[in-house]
């Protein structure tokens, strides 16, 4: 019984920090690049691709990863960059994607669909499969960060001075939409799909406000991660909190305090 | 070719590009129309025109983001550019030193950074986070990042956008002194002829078209330049050829300048 029960909360801290450890970098770049909420709307759109996935009797990571897949095409496809990732188009996007997924997920056969982990995710319930999906694209992802890390900086600095400079912008755009779409897929396992957005933007927040240089604000967001999911961790086991929307709360609690603890030390603190 | 007398001079006058009949079209609209010029080294040639004259078109096509212009262009051979383009978004979100934001694209010695800044008036700012600057500083700082690696030419597109009157006053003596220091080249295009006359060696008048071009007090007299901009704009030319015994640098500060 007891083996048992250590083996799954195992699984769940890997997956867990395996996602810090990825989530601290790509969030950051994503937070430089106003790209949250671009996330969010994958995020959301990935209850689609859960539907596409089980309707066609594949992992439903496959179809979210087609489905996210398509989207940031489509958005690169789109020539100016703010018309394609305007709130306006995004909220249509992720919106659309959500209600056609819960539609296609209500109208599959067979025993119902449990939409509540599809939403918020259930770490505890992190298979082999998926701490291995999860580690093999975290791994690829750190491969193309370390790769492209110069050009991701500067495209995130400042597109005018990078294209200026010979960076191909738009490719590094792209390659950022298809590496932020593999992260969608695997982390919806662990964050569910209306959580992604939140586990990639908190704790970059709070990293921001005392890190003097793009490496250290990664690193400082992976240690707020860790905090997180450790505070989400042990209040889901010790409360019975659902553990997604626990270390989501977790995040911004620390989120709070750092804020409160910078004010008092620095109080004209941007 | 370039002319090759003019290549095995390297001092001032060198010829380091030769622009011929240069045309570029968006869709079906014109943008320029056959437009012909020679940027020599350490001189300040500068672009005026109304807005939709082509004149950051242009600074693209010389700096080779543009390639798909009719026309000719001839650069001396391993020409180097620095190019600051004229909206600038610098991101605010990102934790970055000003040194970083010089060193974002190339390596660079801690000794040639040093420079670079100092160059540009610049030096204290070395490890300031970029978002605590002010707009004038920022500038100025994007100045010496064009300055890095030993630029043969430097293509500014109205480097003082956002700046105010004395600031932009301070701006182009810097560009100025930076062209004497350098021996470079430098290419800039600017909205407010009547501060910069003082500094150029060269305007180009353009409207799609060259309109007309030469040494700025020629350029104040043609009846296109006239047409373009008025009868007063040539008149307040005069205004700034006189020098200042003092100056405020951007953030409002004095300091006296000794330049005779």
Wanted: aromatic share 6%.
């Amino acid at each position: 019984m007891t083996e048992w029960l250590d083996d799954f909360l195992i699984r769940a801290i890997c997956a867990g920090l395996i996602m810090v450890v990825i989530a601290a970098p790509m969030g950051c770049l994503m937070v430089w690049q106003r790209l949250a909420f671009l996330s969010d709307t994958l995020g959301h759109a990935a209850v689609l691709g859960v539907g596409l996935g089980l309707m066609l009797q594949l992992e439903p990571i496959f179809g979210v990863l087609a489905v996210a897949l398509v989207i940031v095409f489509s958005l690169s496809r789109v020539s100016s960059y703010d018309s394609a990732l305007s709130e306006t188009t995004l909220a249509i996007i992720s919106h659309t994607g959500l209600a056609g997924g819960i539609i296609l997920v209500g109208l599959l056969p067979g025993p119902a669909v449990n939409l509540e982990a599809i939403l918020f995710g259930d770490l505890l319930a992190t298979t082999v499969a998926d701490l291995l999906a999860l580690l093999l694209t975290t791994v690829l992802l750190l491969v193309l960060l370390v790769r492209h890390w110069r050009a991701f900086v500067a495209v995130s600095v400042s597109r005018e001075i990078a294209q200026a400079e010979g960076i191909e912008v738009r490719r590094i755009q792209v390659l950022m939409y298809i590496m932020i779409a593999l992260l969608v897929a695997v982390m919806m396992k662990v964050m569910g799909v209306l959580l992604i957005a939140a586990m990639l933007v908190i704790p970059t927040t709070s990293a921001r406000l005392f890190s003097r240089s793009p490496e250290q604000m990664v690193y400082i967001s992976a240690l707020y991660g860790l905090g997180a999911l450790g505070g989400g961790i042990s209040s889901s086991f010790h409360f019975d909190w659902q553990t997604g929307p626990a270390i989501v709360v977790s995040a911004t609690a620390l989120l709070l305090l750092t804020l409160a603890i910078t004010r008092l030390i620095k109080p004209d603190l941007d | 070719m370039v002319d090759e007398a003019a290549v095995k001079h390297k001092g001032a006058g060198e010829l380091l590009l030769r622009a011929d009949e240069i045309s570029f079209s968006q869709g079906k609209r014109l943008i320029l129309d056959r437009v012909s010029f020679e940027l020599r080294r350490a001189q300040i040639t500068t672009i005026i025109g109304p807005n939709g004259a082509g004149k950051s078109t242009l600074t693209n096509v010389v700096n080779g983001l543009i390639n798909n212009y009719s026309g000719s262009i001839e650069r001396s051979p391993s020409l180097r550019i620095g190019y600051l383009p004229q909206k600038v978004y610098v991101n605010t979100l990102m934790p970055l030193s000003v040194e970083r934001l010089l060193r974002l694209t190339r390596q660079s010695s801690a000794a040639e950074i040093d420079q670079a800044l100092a160059q540009s008036d610049v030096g204290y700012l070395r490890q300031r986070q970029v978002r605590s600057l002010s707009e004038g500083e920022l500038k100025r700082v994007l100045l010496a990042r064009t300055t890095l690696g030993r630029p043969d030419l430097i293509v500014l597109d109205e480097p003082t956008a956002g700046v105010d009157v004395s600031g932009e006053i301070r701006m182009y003596q810097l560009i100025g002194e930076l062209r004497d220091q350098l021996q470079c080249a430098v290419l800039l295009v600017s909205h407010d002829l009547h501060l910069v006359m003082s500094q150029t060696d060269q305007v180009l008048c353009l409207n799609q078209h060259l309109c007309c071009s030469g040494l700025p007090e020629s350029v104040s007299q043609h009846p296109e330049y006239l047409a373009l901009f008025g009868q007063q704009a040539s008149q307040s030319i005069a205004v700034y050829a006189h020098h200042h015994d003092h100056e405020h640098d951007v953030s409002g500060a004095m300091d006296t300048h000794k330049h005779d």
